[in-house]
């Protein structure tokens, strides 16, 4: 059973440019979720999907969207790349529809910097 | 909406000797909370879980504490050991049951 792998672990972009990353969910998993960490603070909901469908959104600008595929991968798309979104990027999946005590498993994050 | 609140931004202890990590929560609808530990350049990983029929879970080293009147919990571990030097992060779940996440705890163990 293979983990939750993010690609690319390290990104540079300008100031105005778009990204996109991308997470393979742990097999099996339904529901992914993505976080976005900055220096010094804890993970930071964005979205969640549940199968293919977007199940709750964070308090982020509509500049973030993402989408999730029937294949347990997901992406993550930012436009107009603003300075503050220098960060790190955690892509959690977890096996069913949330529930209280669910579990998160996490890829080792892609770390953006936006200059 | 949940808040969580971890206010030591880190925490330094010798070998052998117990560290205590403190998480503060606002919102008591869910009662139910976990840790993680991160490792550089790694993910999260799932630590401990305690829900709200107990005040507390025990786990090898690591034991989490729950004081729902103060929506307050704890992390014990004993004895610490180097390895365990990481950051630790406490989360509630919140609305549709999507956690919350504290901003963490640097645990560095001295050898």
């Known amino acids: 059973e293979t983990g939750v792998t993010q690609s690319p672990t390290h990104l540079i972009k300008t100031r105005g440019q778009q990204v996109t990353l991308r997470c393979s969910s742990q097999?099996?998993?339904?529901?992914v979720s993505w976080y976005q960490q900055a220096l010094g603070q804890g993970p930071q909901f964005i979205f969640q999907?549940?199968?293919?469908?977007?199940?709750g959104r964070g308090n982020f600008p509509p500049r973030f969207s993402g989408l999730q595929f029937p294949n347990y991968s997901s992406e993550l798309n930012v436009n107009a790349l603003e300075l503050d979104d220098s960060a790190l990027y955690l892509c959690?999946?977890?096996?069913?529809?949330?529930?209280?005590?669910?579990?998160?498993?996490f890829g080792s994050g892609t770390q953006l910097s936006v200059l | 909406d949940q808040q969580v609140k971890q206010n030591s931004p880190s925490l330094s202890v010798q070998e052998g000797r117990i560290s205590i990590l403190n998480c503060d929560y606002t919102?008591?609808?869910?009662?139910?909370f976990l840790w993680y530990k991160k490792y550089p350049a790694e993910g999260p990983t799932f630590l401990i879980s305690?829900?709200?029929?107990?005040d507390k879970n025990e786990d090898g080293r690591f034991t989490v504490f729950l004081n729902k009147s103060a929506k307050h919990l704890s992390l014990h571990i004993v004895p610490s050991q180097p390895g365990d030097s990481a950051v630790y992060f406490c989360a509630a779940p919140g609305g549709s049951y999507i956690p919350t996440f504290g901003r963490g705890t640097s645990l560095i163990v001295h050898p």
């Open positions: 097999s099996g998993h339904n529901t």
């Open positions: 305690i829900s709200s029929i107990k």
């Open positions: 919102n008591s609808m869910f009662d139910y």
């Open positions: 959690a999946s977890s096996p069913d529809r949330p529930t209280a005590n669910e579990k998160l498993f």
């Open positions: 999907y549940y199968r293919e469908e977007e199940n």
